[in-house]
């Protein structure tokens, strides 16, 4: 992919974003890894659902800007972190979808054992430790996390999902969310039908054979 066609997937992400209530104002941020010392991001104080590809600016991986005629922004360091610790990752993204921060906000875990689909795409959310936006101690907060999940939920604040492709990113953050409206649905309707033992062990066991990593094999004997 040229970078010219990069440029226009993150603006096209981000207006999706923006459509579809996950970043308001000028909140969120995308990032794309450009080489191995070179990241494509979002600048700070713009809407995502209005940029355009002479917005982005360019970063190297200790987050000097290198290019840009804004500002990228202080939160450049989460996406940072996450690269370095995921170098089989090319783009994060990072926003605040409602349903998923309002998991955020209680700090309540996310329940696990409900949908299938969601069992072999995501897998376990974790929630990681609150710290004030936009420094490293922030940004380290994903660390615990970041090797054995590609979304995860941040205390009081909103989500950062990660993939091979800006797309691919930003799905999961998609897909949490949309799963995080249906629990709190089913919670208004009464509470949760959880699959068995037995169904879990098949389904994650079909999950390992479709090539997907999840933390649990080993616990469950798969």
């Known amino acids: 992919m040229s970078l010219d066609q990069v440029k226009q997937e993150i603006c096209d992400i981000g207006r999706r974003i923006y459509q579809k209530g996950f970043a308001a104002g000028n909140a969120g ?11 494509l ?6 809407s995502k659902g209005f940029m355009t590809p002479d917005d982005l600016c360019v970063v190297d991986m200790q987050g000097k800007q290198l290019s840009g005629k ?22 994060v993204v990072h926003c605040h979808p409602p349903h998923a921060s ?5 700090r309540e875990p996310i329940p696990q054992g409900l949908l299938p689909e969601v069992e072999v795409f995501l897998g376990p959310v974790p929630i990681a430790a609150y710290r004030c936006p936009g420094n490293q101690d ?9 090797r054995d999940s590609s979304v995860i939920i941040l205390a009081n604040h909103g989500t950062v999902s990660f993939g091979d492709t800006v797309e691919h ?7 949490l969310d949309a799963y995080c409206r249906i629990v709190l649905m089913a919670k208004n309707l009464g509470g949760f039908a959880y ?3 037995p169904e879990m062990r098949e389904l994650l066991a ?3 054979q479709m090539g997907f990593k999840d933390p649990r094999y080993g616990e469950l004997g798969i």
Do not use: G, M, Q
């Open 29 to 39: 941020n995308i990032s794309y890894r450009l080489s191995d010392s070179e990241v």
């Open 41 to 46: 991001c979002t600048p700070t104080l713009i």
């Open 70 to 91: 804004r500002k990228c922004s202080s939160e450049i360091r989460l996406h940072l972190t996450i690269l370095r610790e995921r170098p089989d990752a090319n783009s």
């Open 102 to 106: 309002a998991f955020a906000v209680t």
């Open 138 to 146: 922030f940004a380290d907060t994903v660390l615990p996390h970041c």
């Open 169 to 175: 990113a930003y799905w999961w953050t998609e897909v």
């Open 195 to 197: 699959l068995t033992d």
């Open 206 to 208: 079909h999950k390992k």
